[in-house]
């Protein structure tokens, strides 16, 4: 592993900053101070010390997140918005959540200090299943029920097949639920897909993704994956 890259998964700061460190000669491998970029460490055997003091990578560990309704998918916001880190522990460095929900949308994410996984979770080419409900304006017809299983064109392109069920009607508040299934993650996905057929999104629950669902989880809970639990994870990635 790169040794900026190295400093920055065990949560000292940035990889640009971690650059500057290593520049200004702050950073040793082993006894011997580094000032070149490049320079590859091994983070079970290699000593890697920053301005004096030994640094090491994080116990790995991941979790189930309910993110409430009205929290920014960020660790920080400039806005001053509550964000999703203030429901971290505390005592777990670098837990970064893998993917987003808007603000306004609810349900099941992965938090993680698990680089590695992250990156499995996130590539597109893995195409882990998210199931949602979605309560939306309208009643559906079977023409827009079956546009969204075929895919529809929204920002960035025709989404992918999806698995799309009308479960509900509410003629009180003249709206519908729709539980839909999907492989993709892009921003705004199933927003998009709704209003692409007529029947935009009140409210919006992510419920599952891969193996897990939500239930058992209270608003703004987080549990921590067993390792047995995190390796079915990852197979449901590498089969998607």
């Not at 971290?88 to 959540?97: I, S």
């Not at 698995?163 to 705004?188: A, C, F, N, Y």
């Amino acid at each position: 592993m790169r040794l900026h890259r190295f400093i920055a998964q065990c949560g000292v700061t940035s990889r640009r900053k971690a650059e500057d460190l290593i520049r200004e000669g702050l950073v040793s491998v082993n006894g011997v101070t580094v000032t070149e970029m490049g320079v590859s460490v091994d983070p079970e055997t290699d000593q890697v010390e920053v301005e004096g003091k030994p640094v090491a990578l994080p116990d790995k560990r991941s979790y189930l997140f309910n993110k409430p309704r009205g929290i920014v998918t960020t660790l920080s916001d400039p806005r001053g918005r509550p964000t999703v880190a203030g429901f971290f522990p505390g005592d777990v460095k670098g837990l970064k959540p893998v993917g987003r929900l808007d603000m306004q949308t609810e349900g099941l994410m992965i938090v993680t200090n698990d680089g590695e996984l992250a990156a499995l979770l996130s590539h597109p080419r893995h195409g882990v299943e998210k199931e949602y409900v979605a309560q939306v304006k309208g009643v559906p017809e079977s023409k827009a029920i079956e546009r969204l299983r075929k895919g529809v064109w929204i920002e960035g392109g025709r989404t992918a097949p999806a698995s799309v069920d009308l479960t509900g009607t509410d003629p009180k508040t003249g709206t519908s639920l729709l539980t839909l299934i999907i492989h993709e993650g892009r921003k705004h996905q199933v927003r998009l897909m709704c209003e692409a057929v007529g029947h935009p999104v009140v409210h919006l629950k992510r419920v599952r993704i891969g193996p897990f669902r939500l239930k058992g989880l209270s608003s703004g809970e987080m549990r921590k994956l067993s390792q047995k639990e995190v390796e079915a994870l990852r197979l449901a990635a590498r089969k998607g």
